[in-house]
């Protein structure tokens, strides 16, 4: 397994394609390193027994011990794990743990280029296990592109008048295939070893040039990243904390005529399968939203709990309420991905997947309580987290004293941690990381309306209309 | 196990005490046989190889195969069970299995009489145990009274002008107690073999009087069961259903000084554990919440599937979203029950205890959402419950036909069907069943707000403030 | 004007055509005066010098005094009259004060009659004044029939298998025509003087049969009005209060072949006008809602605040917070009407009409809180709505004393006063009038979905569009 | 009146008192005119004859047209031009009017100077009225300051252990009197001519030193402005767009031994008329909140209803019901506005003030649901708004036509205008100016629960209680 350093050494070796404010610019600029922070967690603590156990899985490949976020699961325990280390990183990051998706990527390929096999005799089974060695061996970050830009929403794929609007393949030769288009809203592709790339929806048969799937260095020639940064309110450095270190950097993937070599290619032309792995991609992040959502939840009932300690306010029945609706939000998403794992069954591939309807009403009540959570953390907070002075004011000679003084609430409580306390609570209510985890939250993997649809898809609602006919006495009709 | 004729037989020799509708009535009565239907359930289903495994447990005690209602949960496996099949129950009989309650008083009691011995060298788990023995052999059915009318809310048990405000006990013999006091809304009470008491709330020391767990004959001398009848709208026979056969009698149940013997006194002064007692069985019950709301939930699921068929807007988007609504309440509340069993822990008596949080977040999902609920299936009804024509005029040479036209749909659906499910939705919204599961769906166990304090008691939102603190970088204070 | 009992003498001499719970009954029987409650309240009160000012106006007709439910509205202050007069008699009877259907729809007919004239110089204004002045004068009552049954809902009303789907002329004369159907929701038309007829939809230019509005006598030859009661829990009669005075009985209406005089005919073919009654009728109706909600709101949360009281709990925050949410449910559907006032216009005819958006986002606003509302009481009503004995159990000599010892909770209240309240909240929530309440309020004028339908027809979306140009700096396209 | 330029130039002669960015700044700053965007349309519109009514009012005090935000209410009208102009405004600024909290201060104070004059024989009114024709005259913005920093939330002002928590007055002199203390949450007083104080609760008869209410220029010596700024997102030059033109500085605004001269002194230790003025500013800006956020509400909804047009799915069902759902909660809000308007009474004072229940359900419902309408947007919106590349990208060389592609999405609009509309929706869900206004949603004004307090304090709960006691037949106790 690699280490953070590793990881940083090898992103200031790769080409530089990373567009934002107007500049080309390296993977080694500091924005870069600050958006990449929570990928650094996931090398660092690896080493902390705290979490070494849950960071960390035995590749049944190989049967070396890899990083979790490389691992393909295996048992209901391993979705447990996957889900507990996602929630801890999320809470310990204060945003967005970013490494998930290359790992739910992989597994849903683990599945579909097995069951495409199965049907078609193709390969593309063996090249992805050869892939995923390489991934696990080298302890790799990818960033899974899925959204296409979509062009004229009424038409499809293949009617669209710029045929670029989603992915697919321009060319075919022996060795390989040629791509064009983009995708959307990738995070942390401009700070991933891999982006791999999966269609954004199930295809016709007439579509077999859109039905791709590869994996692709990040850096690759044809490869523009254009980027939107978002980071946590900006500090002097005598008031840093740990929730500044992290933030994000998302992006608009364009792959102008990129390459990919046949041993890349993971789908290529199945149109069912191309549509199997969008759902089962979307599927495992739905999971993983079940984790991380909730820890967010517990970095917004801490920010609430910290704030009723220092206003003196912690015993109000209207403050536990808040507070239990948090704690009730964030434990049933919870609850769904456990139950999900529970009823979870595995695929031909040996990989184990998550049970549909409990990971997706999990990511929807996630995906609908996302504004309200924040809702509440604002109505405890009070107005100061929109006009807290910023460290400027903290730190000048002038009024310094007067932004400490008045920033003051309870005996015990040292000026500085009010304030430390109330910026916390400016990052986590008007910082560019909440806007981006507000949107995040409703359309990341998939936005509720997403959800309803999976959810219908697959439930069993003939069993309850069956149920309805039995107790009205309908023998039939 | 007995077959429900033995259970009825049974009911049928009890003395008299039960009061409805001004009258003394035995439990041979129509009304009670119509009230027990989903009990009766629980003995007939056994038979049934689709339910055989779900219904029925080995008993830890004697090894010998028992009704699963009469069970000591021993594993993860058990509390799964009980949720299943309380889940299945429910939508069978589109109500309240009633049956739980026992079950899980017995099982708070096999917890709380093992830790009042260990601490105090009592007598109260062998005495339990035994008790356990006969109500398992026997297979019996036992309510639990739990909640006291607590008189003036502003003053402790022992503080109220009337003493009887709450059960207590007003003489202490050699082989025995005298108790007095009422129990409100006891469900399936006036067709149980035992009613089996706990206190209400957590006491003070001063209140060891109040801290009294015993189990009764539901016929013994000195108890009057003084009913409240719920059921479905009347029907005249041709067009029974089997929805039409359950229903429900609630009672005060007085104990107007009841004699208790000492065998069958479970605890008795240990304020503690008279708390523990109160707590755990809110506790199970409230696990029990998260199998039989998603059972109603199936119901209606199914509901709104049978009429959005009838009506032909099954495939309707606001349809569609709202049935993933309905869903979406049903599976969170049973997902947090499955992590409840999986997240469970045993105690020192061998009980398996739900996770108290996750069973909270369930039981307080479920009453947020159960009026909501219905306000969905009422919104896709339209207005046809609230003024379908009965039997009556169904049946009427003159305007039965008018009703039977008029009711019609769509094409390839009789008359009778169309009328059969549109009296489903009427007995769904507007019958006394519906009522009484709407305020059983906010109170019983206890309400929201019962949650919010219990899972605010035991959330470890100290964690969660420290989390807060170390993202803020505050290192004390 | 009339008193109550000559309304209920015009009601005895009536043809029998009420069926109901299997009979044919006269509209003398006890279930029919009962549920004619409210609609005796609108006379009654008109000598009560709180209320007279309310309940009359001045005929635009006849400058004589007349009731206010059969006035045309003339002026911005009718429309705040109308408003404030049903929230008045919907919270001092509990329930649904019924007689503003005739108003609303005669209000809706004064302005399509005279528009359909001014297009096509037909006589249906004149022939509808005449009506009117009869009606002022004899101080009727009228129900409005509107809800077709609409057969197969994915086709229109001259496709429909069976044409009696939907009210539609089958004969024409020269002295009238003759029409045949049915209506469904019909409140009161079993006590109705009269009962007026509009189409429930826009209609296309080829269904001229169904473009027909027209008045006539509920007992005419023809009409069969199939029932459906909604009563208040039974009492004896000691216990008797004023709610139990007031209950509903709904009616399946069947027009089979019923002759139509040409003077009681007010649209007959002009389909765009018989869409525009329809719509008018709804949105008169939807300002009543504005009215009737807020008054069931009044009822609601003055047994909110009794409770409170006698639990002696009325300070508690919660409590203070759910009523604050009562009072804003209640008042901003209030406050929506009194906008839609001040926003009306008038008609051609001189009618005023209120304002569609605001009418509209205030019933909708009832529509979706209904079922909230009650959630709100019944969570602080505890459990004893639904379980608490009848008042058989409190006159009985065995038992008697234990219900009032028992449902007895604060000094200085009598068990008596103390029972009553809790047999209100009984009523409240668990009686055939709550069930029929609940569907109302979602579906009663329209449910939410037809408010949404109705706003976004009639909102200027398109200036909101332009704002959002204006603000990007987009100046075409 | 004066024009824009007359008020920056006043503005710009100012002395430097504020601090923002750790740097001292003059009002002639760049970000200080950008913030002020808003406070210079209200003069630039006056001269535009689609405004010139709803802005100008003609003074009570003089006869001459003055800008209506420094006039005193003395009609119905005058509250419906108020809260219709505070739309208008906010609508056209995309943001928040900001000039309104003068207006509301000199309304409340207009009103609690001749209260206590009445009371007290003081001399307030005529100080006051004086002030008021300098107000007007010179047509001035005044910011008013009403928040303290209120320390220790157990403690009441006079226990505080820092004194200063609460402006209060620390000297007495014949001439005036002397304060300390801060304010916090003042919008626009980094850009206001005065700033007037009001105290921020009711006081206790021993708190006489903190009843105190004045005006004073906003650079006297001794006020320290300490800012924070919010301004929607950079954009390069050719992307400009009148969105971009509007932002907010907020300050803590902190009275370090400020004199103030008795002429302006409003009120000085008459504790229960400091309540009074606190009150009524409370009130009378939540009357301006049912203008204001209805005019957000109109941004969000041309939001939607573009972004929907540019994808295609304008007729979308689900799109229409969550646009219906932005128009409910916008007119809701504004209805209340009207109500509170059409019920408003008059002062003894002659000004005209709004109906405390409907004020303030405007201003709750709008407080509850302020995240809400942003939640719907983002949904809408879908992920773009976080991810869409800056201006820096769309005019680069190598990149630019890579954003434009991928951008655009159907035939007929530009892929300028594509891009500028993902851009409002990039400023309307991620901007600095959007988390203010979130903020701002919830507690400007007064946050829900202060809503719920100010209902409770003056709704006739005792007549609802009442009425459940008729209902119940209870006649006494």
Redesign the interface.
Known sequence: MRTSSEYLDKLARMRKNL??????IGRDHPKVLHASGAIQLTFDLVADERFTDLLTATSHLTGRKINRFTHIHQSQEDLFAKQEVTRKLC??S?SCVQRCMGCDVMNALSVATKNADLKYDTDYHRRWLKFLRYFQENDLVAACAQ?D??????KRPADQ??P??YVHVVERRPDGVVVRG?K???TMAPYADEIIVVPTRALAKNEKDYAIAFAVPADSEGI?L???Q?FFLPREEN?????TRYGDI???T?F?NVFIPNERIFINGETEFAGEAALLFALFHRHSYCGCKPGLG??L???V??IA?Y???EK???I??K??EL??VA??V???G???A??SFQAPSGTQIPNI??AN??R??AGHN???E??IL??I?????????????Y??P??GD??R??????????AE?HY??A??LADL????V???L???G???GG???M???A??SS?D??A???????????T??
Chains 1, 2, 3, 4 share one sequence.
């Open positions: 567009y934002l404010d107007g500049e080309l809470s310990l204060g959204t830009p979509k062009g004229d929403r009424s008048p710029d670029d609007q983009a959307l809203h990738n523009y254009i980027g939107r978002a008031l840093a904390a740990p929730v998302e992006s608009l364009v102008d517990d970095v009932m801490g920010a709990a910290l300690d206003l003196g306010v109000k029945e209207h536990r309420e507070q239990a704690v009730s434990e049933l919870f609850a769904a456990i139950a999900a529970v009823k309807v409990f009403v999990g929807r009540h996302i504004y309200h924040y809702s604002c109505d907070s009070g107005g100061i987290p929109a006009t807290l002075p910023l460290s400027g004011e730190n000048s002038v009024v007067f932004v003084k008045y920033v003051s609430r309870r005996a015990g409580v040292s941690n430390r306390a910026h916390l209510l008007t910082s560019e909440t806007a981006a507000q949107v995040a409703v359309h990341g936005s509720p309306i959800e309803d649809i959810i219908m439930y609602m003939n309850k209309k069956d149920l309805a006919k039995y107790l009205a006495g309908i039939e009709g």
